[in-house]
Structure formats: C-alpha cells, structure tokens
T-cell receptor
Framework: GQQLNQSPQSMFIQEGEDVSMNCTSS?????WLWYKQDPGEGPVLLIA?????ELTSNGRLTAQFGITRKDSFLNISASIPSDVGIYFC?????????????????FGAGTQVVVTP | DAGITQSPRHKVTETGTPVTLRCHQT?????MYWYRQDPGHGLRLIHY???????DKGEVSDGYSVSRSKTEDFLLTLESATSSQTSVYFC?????????????FGQGTRLTVV
C-alpha cells in the first residue's frame, strides 16, 4: 500500500530554534494534514493543505504542500517548551475498491520533538 | 473540541480473554475509525465505519471485529486478546468521506495484554 516516509524520527532542539520536518510519498496525495500529539493525548489537527504549492500558517507553524503532490513540509519557528510532542503527517488514501475511500488516513511514523530550555 | 469519548482509558487484560473498547461521539458524524498506535509505526487503521451497520477493514484488522448499531457508538472487540495487541487505541471521526477530510481523535485507550 501507499507509505508516508516522515523524517527526521526525532529532534532535540533548544528553545528558540526553528524546527523543520517533512513527509514524502511515492504516490500523489490530494490533501496533506499535519497533527500534533501531546503525551497521553490523541492527535490534534494543526494544519490542513488542499492544493499543490499551498503554503499555510497557523501561528508559529507553517506547512507547505509540495508541487509534485508527493511531499509536504512543516516548520515551527522560535520553538517553545510546549512544542514538545510527536508530529504526524497524514493523507487520505484512495482505495479503488470502495466508494467511501477518502476518509481513510495514511499516517507517517511521526517526528518526536524535544525542546530543551 | 470534538465530542469524542473513549472508554475505558486504561485496561489490563489476560491473554485469551475478550475485550471491548467503546467510542462515543456527540457530533453526529457519519464516519468513525479505530486506529492503533505503536512505536515506529505511527497510527494504523484497524476498522472503519461509514454508517450504521456499515463497516470495513483497515490495514491491520486481523484479530479485531467492530460493530456500529447507532450513529454515536463504534465498538472495537478483541475476541481473544493476544500480547501483540498491547497498544494504544484511538477512535477518530470525520464528517464526510470526501477528499478534504479532517479527522478528530479521542484521547486513546491504553490496552495491556498480559
């Protein structure tokens, strides 16, 4: 099946630094989603991207939908301690065998971010 | 916050016993999903539902069954729990199955099979 390759696996950064992570796929996606998961909680949607080339910001977060539709990037500027957590990219797969196929999300393995003071 | 409640939040059970996890939503969303989360694997889809009594398998469905008798409830059952099913389970909902789908997640159920 389709796979999302997310990198890096983990990042140890100092407060105030910028963070960059990316997600690539061998297949085309029509939507890219970025989630954050705090320890002991479920993932929460940060940013949704719907068009190739789209650049969207949410506070200190900026995400881009790659032109090829096979990749996406998430940047966090001026990191703070509460940015710690796991960040996931996700996209809806398309199962040609069913009509209700777009609701199934394929997730990357996640990027663990640790912020030190 | 989306109205999604998972129960129980934590459970320890013995190998070979049946276990049922519950997901309850107050959003009246049509689509509901069960995922499991394991280190290094991200979230993997177990089963999903696209309406009352309409369900389908995900990528890791072996050993699991689901039921949806009401819009608001989606149950995940492990018929005979195994140690490989020790994991954190998340329920998610989406309003539509269309391409611009955004999913909202519950807080998770940590299941340990001993």
């Amino acid at each position: 099946g389709q796979q999302l390759n997310q990198s890096p696996q983990s990042m140890f950064i100092q407060e105030g630094e910028d963070v960059s992570m990316n997600c690539t796929s061998s297949s085309i996606f029509n939507t890219w989603l970025w989630y954050k998961q705090d320890p002991g909680e479920g993932p929460v949607l940060l940013i949704a991207l719907y068009k190739a080339g789209e650049l969207t910001s949410n506070g200190r977060l900026t995400a881009q939908f790659g032109i090829t539709r096979k990749d996406s990037f998430l940047n966090i500027s001026a990191s703070i301690p509460s940015d710690v957590g796991i960040y996931f990219c996700a996209g809806p797969t398309r199962d040609l065998m069913t009509t209700d196929s777009w609701g199934k999300l394929q997730f990357g393995a996640g990027t663990q971010v640790v912020v030190t003071p | 916050d989306a109205g999604i409640t998972q129960s129980p939040r934590h459970k320890v059970t013995e190998t070979g016993t049946p276990v049922t996890l519950r997901c309850h939503q107050t959003e009246n969303h049509r689509y509901m999903y069960w995922y499991r989360q394991d280190p290094g694997h991200g979230l993997r889809l177990i089963h999903y539902s696209y309406g009352v009594k309409d369900t389908d398998k995900g990528e890791v469905s072996d050993g699991y069954s689901v039921s949806r008798s009401k819009t608001e409830d989606f149950l995940l059952t492990l018929e005979s729990a195994t140690s490989s099913q020790t994991s954190v389970y998340f329920c998610a909902i989406t309003q539509t199955g269309g391409p611009n789908t955004e999913a909202f997640f519950g807080q998770g159920t940590r299941l340990t099979v001993v």
